[in-house]
C-alpha cells in the first residue's frame, strides 16, 4: 500500500510540474505566430477538460481519459511515449492524425465513439507496440490502417459491431497471419446476422466475399469451437500500470487469454469456485493478483506455479478452509497477503499455510482467523496451532511458535519437498 501510495504521490507531483510548465507556455504564447492557431484549435475543437502530462521511468505520458475529449490537440507534444485517451467522445481519426508523435509506444482510445479511421490514420508511428481500440464503433477497417506500424505487437478490436462483408478481406486476412498472435483476439462479426458471433481471427475469406453474392456458406465447424473464457468484458489500463481489470463480471474461470503484459489483475467479484493448476502461467510478470470476493473454495497447489514476481494477493471474502502444501512455494516474492473473511478451519490441515507465514517473516497478511470448529472460533490461526502442540506434551517433537527451519523439516522430514526460501530479518507486522 506504501508503495502504491508514493508511486501515485509521485504522479501528482510530477503532473503539478508539468501544468506550471503548460501554463507558463500559454502566458508567453501572446508573442509567438504559432499561439494564435494553438488556442483557436483549442477552442474549436476541444470543449473537453484538460489533461495532464507526466513523466514515469523516463517515458512521458500523456493522460487524457475521461476528458470529454473529441479530437486530438495540436499543442500535445511531440516527445509523448504513452498516449491514453480512453472514455473520449472521438468519433474520426483522420489521416495522419499522430504522425507528429514519431516515438509514441502506446495509444489507447478504447471506449470511444470511433465510427471511421482513414487508411493513414495512424501514418508515422514507427514505433507504437500497443494499440487499443476495443468498445469503440468501428464497422469495417483494412488492413491498410495497421501496416504503417512495423512494431505493433498488440492490438484490440474487440467490441466494436465488425460488418463481416468483402471490405474486411483485407483486415481478416492480416489478423490471421500466425505472427499476428495478439492482435485482434476476440474481435466478432456483428453484422450479416449469419456470421453473427463468428470471431475475426477463425472466419474464412471465402465466406466473407461470398456473403455478397447472397449465398453464404454453412458455417459448422466455427460454431463448434471450444467455448474458451476471455477477457473481452474486462477492460485493460496502462495507466499508472499495465492493468486488467475484470471486477464484477460474472467470471466463473480466469480468462485464458490475458496479455503477458499485464501487471495487474483484478479478478474481484466473481464467479470464480476454483482455481486450476497454472492457471495464471501466461502472466509472468503478474505482480498484484486481487481474487477477493469469488467464493474459492479450492486452490490446485500448481495454482499460483509461475508467479515469481507476484507481491500482493488478495484472497479475503472467500470459502478457504485451508491451503494445500505447495500452493505458496512459487511465490518468493509476496509481500502482502489477504486472508480475511474466510472459513479457515483449524485442523492439522491450517499447518502449512500457518508454517508458511511464519518461515517467511517478510510476508504481511491479514485476517488469518479460526472459523471453525467451535471450540477455537475467533482464535487467531497461530494461538490455535500453540495450543495444538501444548495439548500434546508427550509428542516426539514438542514445538513452539518460535521454532526453527530445522525443526520444521524434522516434523515434515519425509516431505521432502519443502523449500527452504530465505528468511530475512523484517518484523512481521500485521495489515489491518
Ligand atoms: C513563425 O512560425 C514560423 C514557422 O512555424 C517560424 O519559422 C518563425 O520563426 C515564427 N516567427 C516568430 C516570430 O515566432
Ligand atoms: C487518407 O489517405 C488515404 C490513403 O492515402 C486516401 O486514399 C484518402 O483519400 C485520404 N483521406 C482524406 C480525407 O484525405
Ligand atoms: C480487491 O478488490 C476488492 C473489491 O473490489 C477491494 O475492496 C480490495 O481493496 C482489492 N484488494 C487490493 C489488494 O487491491
Same mark, same amino acid.
Given at each position: 500500500m506504501q508503495v502504491v501510495t508514493l508511486i501515485i504521490l509521485l504522479f501528482f507531483c510530477k503532473a503539478s510540474e508539468f501544468r506550471k510548465v503548460r501554463r507558463n507556455n500559454r502566458g508567453n504564447n501572446? #508573442? @509567438? %505566430?504559432n499561439s494564435k492557431k494553438t488556442s483557436s484549435t483549442v477552442k474549436r475543437y476541444a470543449p473537453g477538460l484538460p489533461c495532464e502530462i507526466y513523466t514515469y521511468i523516463n517515458e512521458k505520458y500523456l493522460d487524457c481519459q475521461e476528458k470529454r475529449q473529441t479530437t486530438v490537440l495540436s499543442d500535445w507534444p511531440e516527445d509523448l511515449i504513452h498516449i491514453l485517451l480512453a472514455r473520449n467522445r472521438i468519433r474520426i481519426i483522420k489521416n495522419n492524425? !499522430? @504522425? #507528429? !508523435?514519431? %516515438?509514441?509506444k502506446s495509444l489507447d482510445l478504447q471506449q470511444n465513439e470511433i465510427t471511421k479511421i482513414e487508411d493513414q490514420a495512424f501514418s508515422g508511428l514507427k514505433k507504437l507496440t500497443t494499440l487499443l481500440l476495443q468498445h469503440n464503433r468501428i464497422k469495417t477497417l483494412s488492413e491498410e490502417v495497421f501496416i504503417q506500424m512495423p512494431r505493433l505487437t498488440y492490438l484490440r478490436l474487440y467490441d466494436n459491431p465488425w460488418d463481416c462483408n468483402c471490405e474486411m478481406e483485407s483486415l481478416v486476412i492480416f489478423l490471421q497471419i500466425p505472427g499476428n498472435r495478439n492482435f485482434g483476439n476476440y474481435a466478432k462479426c456483428e453484422n450479416p446476422s449469419e456470421l453473427k458471433g463468428l470471431k475475426l481471427k477463425q472466419i474464412s475469406t471465402q465466406t466473407l466475399c461470398q456473403e455478397e453474392d447472397g449465398k453464404p456458406k454453412p458455417l459448422e465447424g466455427f460454431k463448434a469451437t471450444r467455448p474458451s473464457v476471455d477477457s473481452t468484458v474486462c477492460h485493460t489500463y496502462l495507466y499508472p500500470i499495465a492493468t486488467l481489470d475484470c471486477k464484477r463480471k460474472e467470471l466463473q474461470q480466469v480468462p485464458t487469454d490475458i496479455s503477458p503484459d499485464i501487471i495487474r489483475l483484478d479478478l474481484s467479484s466473481n464467479k470464480i469456485k476454483r482455481l486450476q493448476a497454472k492457471e495464471f502461467k501466461d502472466v509472468p510478470n503478474l505482480e498484484i493478483l486481487n481474487l477477493s470476493n469469488n467464493g474459492i473454495e479450492f486452490i490446485d497447489p500448481a495454482a499460483f506455479s509461475g508467479l515469481m514476481n507476484l507481491h500482493e494477493l488478495d484472497l479475503s471474502e472467500n470459502k478457504l478452509c485451508n491451503f494445500q502444501y505447495g500452493v505458496l512455494e512459487d511465490l518468493y516474492f509476496l509481500k502482502k497477503l489477504w486472508l480475511r473473511d474466510n472459513p479457515w478451519k483449524c485442523d492439522y490441515h491450517i499447518h502449512y499455510l500457518f508454517y508458511w507465514l511464519k518461515h517467511h517473516y517478510n510476508v504481511n497478511y491479514n485476517g488469518l482467523e479460526c472459523k471453525e470448529p467451535e471450540e477455537y472460533k475467533g482464535w487467531s490461526v497461530g494461538k490455535y496451532v500453540r495450543s495444538y502442540y501444548e495439548e500434546c506434551p508427550n509428542e516426539k517433537f514438542q514445538v513452539h511458535v518460535g521454532m526453527h527451519e530445522e525443526e520444521w523439516e524434522k516434523i515434515e522430514g519425509d516431505k521432502n519437498q519443502i523449500q527452504s526460501g530465505k528468511t530475512h530479518g523484517v518484523l512481521l507486522t500485521v495489515l489491518t
Open positions: 501572446d #508573442k @509567438s %505566430n492524425t !499522430f @504522425s #507528429k !508523435f514519431q %516515438n509514441l
